[in-house]
């Protein structure tokens, strides 16, 4: 099957050309494909009892494998609790990819349907799923081709029973990528986030324990089996563990899926996988998860890409979308598109993220920014608000605030305070 590589202006002219970037036109490797190559091994040993839920959940554990959707939750620890809550239990998969940058899960689900497909049969079986639900972002369409073609597959093969793999398409909102709203949507009501306790683990879809896992996450599983916990966990730099597909967008020669070490600092990712930046650009600054993980100045590109490693500095890595920014760009444009994003995005359900993301572009549009009532009304909103997204929204608004003081000057966005 094709590979497109690094996206250059060139390969996508070609791509485009050749008719390979329509999204019906995804060239996936079959059933029989994968097979060859030892595909669906792992399930089998699993369902034959070769292979012991405990021996995989060790192995997860020994890899480090986490939450790669962005809670950054370990794996098996998530398959514990859902274990330990009384059956019937659900599986779903989280394939809502909707934080602004980040492209990763289509990257996999284009290129590995099948792989992706037995991680996700493995999570299912892990916790003994009466069913397992994909929900996927309404905006791939040609995925949805492609799952549903990948499932009939591995009926007619008899590896799943018909209707055991239920594929969902979300409809274009936002929040339905947090789980509990996901949950609410599949359901058939609007997506709404829940309030916690209790956790999907053990009140999820259906008021039933529920495992909520994200498409990398049960890609890597097979991987991890085949090339053992070991090799995931040896290939992190800088005293991290494992690998992470950052989505690179921005400012660089090679934008796109680069699988690099968890850990990389932002100055290693762009330099050895990106191809330096883009011709004529001068690095100020970069947004390390998506619409939602905050903004960090070009002074801080020396710092370890991961989960944990973020938060002293008021960032988290989430779904590794790194969106690069240059000296070309502007400060204010990059605030105000973001709030935007978040005010459209926002379900309503609780003032301080319906109002308070409004009122925050509002502030953010006046020729001066008042950094003091920005920074109350920020406080609010991350203290208030009932899910991620309205503690999250003012995020790149504080980073800017505190790293930007002069670059905003220089763009003449005069701030008080
Ligand atoms: Fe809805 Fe925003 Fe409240 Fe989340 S924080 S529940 S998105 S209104």
Same mark, same amino acid.
């Given at each position: 099957?094709r590979?497109? =590589?690094?996206?250059?202006p ?11 970037l329509?999204?019906?036109?995804? +060239? ?10 030892? *595909?669906?091994?792992l399930l089998a ?7 012991s839920?405990?021996?995989l959940?060790?192995?997860?554990e020994?890899? *480090?494998? /986490?939450?790669l959707? *962005?809670? $950054?939750?370990?794996t098996?620890?998530?398959?514990h ?9 659900y599986?779903?998969?989280?394939? +809502?990819?909707?934080?602004?940058g ?5 990257y996999?689900?284009e290129r ?5 497909l037995?991680g996700?049969? #493995? ?6 799923a009466?069913?397992?639900?994909i929900?996927?972002?309404?905006e791939?369409p =040609? ?5 549903r073609?990948?499932t009939?597959?591995?009926? %007619? ?5 018909? $209707?055991?793999?239920?594929? &969902?398409? $979300?409809?274009?909102a936002?929040?339905? =990528?947090?789980?509990?709203?996901l949950i609410?949507s599949?359901?058939?009501k !609007? $997506?709404?986030?829940r309030?916690?306790? !209790?956790?999907?683990?053990?009140k999820?879809?259906? +008021? ?6 994200n498409?990398e ?5 097979p ?6 916990a070991e090799?995931?966990?040896s %290939?992190? &730099?800088?005293?991290?563990? *494992?690998?992470r597909?950052?989505? #690179?967008?921005?400012r660089? /020669? ?9 850990g990389?600092?932002?100055r290693?990712l762009?330099d ?27 002074s ?6 991961d989960?944990d490693?973020?938060?002293?500095h008021?960032?988290f ?12 760009d502007?400060? &204010?444009g ?8 978040f005010a459209d ?6 003032? !301080? ?7 925050m ?10 950094a ?21 929204a !003012? ?8 790293d ?6 220089? %763009?003449?966005?005069?701030v /008080?305070?």
């Open positions: 099957h590979h497109l =590589g690094h996206a250059t060139e390969s996508v002219t070609a791509a485009l050309e050749a008719g390979e329509h999204p019906d036109s995804i +060239d996936w490797p079959s059933l029989a494909d994968y097979r060859a190559v030892g *595909g669906y091994t040993d699993c369902r034959e009892g070769r292979v839920v405990e021996t959940m060790q192995e997860m020994k890899a *480090g494998l /986490r939450g959707g *962005g809670a $950054g939750f370990p098996f620890r998530k398959w609790f859902v274990r330990a809550e009384p059956g019937p239990r599986c779903v998969i989280n394939a +809502d990819e909707g934080e602004p980040t492209f990763k899960d289509r996999y689900l590995e349907p099948h792989r992706f037995e996700a049969l #493995v999570s299912a079986w892990a916790v003994e009466e069913a397992l639900y929900y996927l972002r309404d791939y =040609g995925l949805h081709r492609v799952l073609e990948a009939e597959e591995l009926e %007619q093969a008899g590896l799943v029973d018909p $209707g055991y793999v239920v594929l &969902r398409r $979300g409809a274009g936002y929040i339905c =990528g947090e789980e509990s709203a609410e599949l359901e058939g !609007p $997506g709404k986030p309030h916690r306790p !209790p956790f999907v683990a053990q999820g879809l259906f +008021d039933r324990p529920t495992l909520v896992n498409v996450t049960v890609y890597w599983i991987v991890i089996h085949k090339r053992g090799w995931f966990a %290939q992190g &730099r800088h005293g991290r563990k *494992g690998l597909s950052f989505s #690179v967008s921005g660089v /020669r090679y934008p796109g899926v680069h699988l690099a070490p968890a990389i600092t932002l290693e762009v050895e996988y990106c191809g330096g930046m883009a011709d004529g650009h001068r690095l100020l600054g970069y947004l390390p998860g998506g619409a939602s993980g905050g903004i960090l100045p070009a801080k590109s020396d710092v370890p890409l989960f490693t973020l938060q002293e008021g960032c890595i989430g779904s590794a979308a790194i969106i690069v920014l240059s000296d070309q502007d400060l &204010r990059v605030a105000t598109n973001l709030l935007a994003f995005e926002s379900c309503g359900q609780c003032t !301080p993220c319906r109002v308070g993301s409004e009122k572009l509002t502030l953010l549009e006046r020729p001066e920014w008042d003091a009532a920005l920074d109350r009304l920020s406080q609010v909103m991350m203290d208030a608000s009932i899910c991620g997204l309205g503690q999250a !003012p995020n790149p608004v504080l980073g800017l605030l505190k930007f003081r002069t670059e905003l000057a220089d %763009q003449n966005v005069i /008080r305070g």
